[in-house]
C-alpha cells in the first residue's frame, strides 16, 4: 500500500467554485484551493472582497475569477454557475461559504422577515449552489466534493441567534443527506463546523456583557482560532486525500462543543 503525499492533497486541474467569500475565513479557503493548483470562481454578491481576492489569487500565478450574483436567487445562480462551466469546462468542487447571522435579538423581538432572511443566506443558497453543481458534475461524470460551512452555534442554544443556530443545525443535517443522495454519482459531501476566529470576541460581547469572556474559557484550546486554521480542513475535503469520507461534520472549533 502507498500514500503520495503530497499529492493526494494536489487540485490541479480542477475547477473549485466558492459561493460566498466574505471579509476573514474565506480568504483563506480560496488561497489554500488556489496554492493547491485549482482553478478558483468566486461567485458572491460582495465586489468590494471579491473582486480584489480574484486578483490577488492571480498575481500569485494562479487561475481565479469572480462572478457578482445574489446566491439567494435561483436565476442567478444558474447563470454563475453556466457562466462558470463555460469558462472552466468542469466544476470538481463547490465550498458553501455564504452564511450570515442575521439580526441579534430575542425571538419575541423578531419578525418573520428577519427570520427568513437567515434561512434564505444559510440554507436557500446552499441548497440553489449544491444543485447547480451537482448536475454539472453528474452530467460530467467524473464525480467531485461538495463541501458546506457549518458553525458551532448550530449545536448550542444561544439566545438571541436561534435563526442563525437552527439553519447551521440544518446545515449539518442536509450535508448528511446529500452525501447518500449523490454517493451512487461520486459526489461526496461534507461539513466544516467552524468555531470562532480571531477577532470574535467584540461580535460576541453584542450578546451580553461578558460573553465573549465565557465563550473562551469553555472552549477547551482557550483561545480564538486564526483564519487560516481552517484551510487545511478545506483542502483535506475537497482534495482526493479524503476520497472516503462523506457525510461528515469535521469541527474545527478548539474543542467548543466538542467534549
Known amino acids: 500500500m502507498s500514500f503520495n503525499f503530497p499529492e493526494s492533497f494536489r487540485l490541479d486541474g480542477k475547477v473549485a467554485v ?3 467569500v466574505g471579509p476573514t475565513n474565506g480568504r483563506h479557503f480560496a488561497s489554500a484551493l488556489s496554492q493547491a493548483g485549482a482553478s478558483v470562481c468566486l461567485i458572491a454578491r460582495t465586489p468590494a472582497v471579491s473582486r480584489p481576492l480574484a486578483e490577488e489569487l492571480r498575481a500569485q500565478g494562479g487561475r481565479a475569477f469572480y462572478i457578482e450574483a445574489d446566491l439567494t436567487d435561483p436565476k442567478q445562480v444558474d447563470d454563475a454557475f453556466a457562466r462558470t462551466l463555460e469558462a472552466c469546462g468542469r466544476i470538481d468542487v463547490l465550498f458553501n461559504h455564504v452564511g450570515s447571522a442575521g439580526a441579534i ?3 419575541i423581538d423578531l419578525n418573520l422577515e428577519q427570520w427568513r432572511n437567515v434561512f434564505a443566506v444559510n440554507l436557500d443558497a446552499m441548497f440553489l449552489c449544491t444543485k447547480a453543481a451537482a448536475k454539472i458534475m453528474i452530467e460530467r461524470g467524473h464525480g467531485g466534493s461538495i463541501i458546506n460551512t457549518g458553525s458551532t452555534a448550530g449545536r448550542l442554544t444561544l439566545r438571541k441567534l436561534t435563526p442563525y443556530a437552527t439553519a447551521k443545525a440544518a446545515v449539518e443535517h ?6 447518500s443522495e449523490l454517493a451512487p454519482h461520486r459526489i461526496r459531501v461534507n461539513c466544516i463546523r467552524l468555531g470562532t476566529f480571531e477577532n470574535a470576541g467584540p461580535i460576541l460581547d453584542r450578546f451580553s456583557e461578558g460573553f ?3 465563550w473562551l474559557r469553555e472552549t ?3 483561545r480564538w482560532g486564526q483564519a487560516d486554521e481552517a ?7 475537497a482534495s482526493d486525500a479524503s476520497n472516503y469520507v462523506t457525510g461528515a461534520v469535521l469541527p474545527v472549533t ?3 462543543a466538542v467534549v
Open 18 to 20: 466558492i459561493g460566498g
Open 105 to 107: 435579538r430575542d425571538i
Open 174 to 179: 442536509f450535508t448528511r443527506c446529500m452525501a
Open 212 to 214: 465573549a469572556e465565557w
Open 220 to 222: 477547551p484550546m482557550h
Open 231 to 237: 484551510a487545511g480542513a478545506a483542502l483535506y475535503l
Open 254 to 256: 478548539g474543542g467548543m
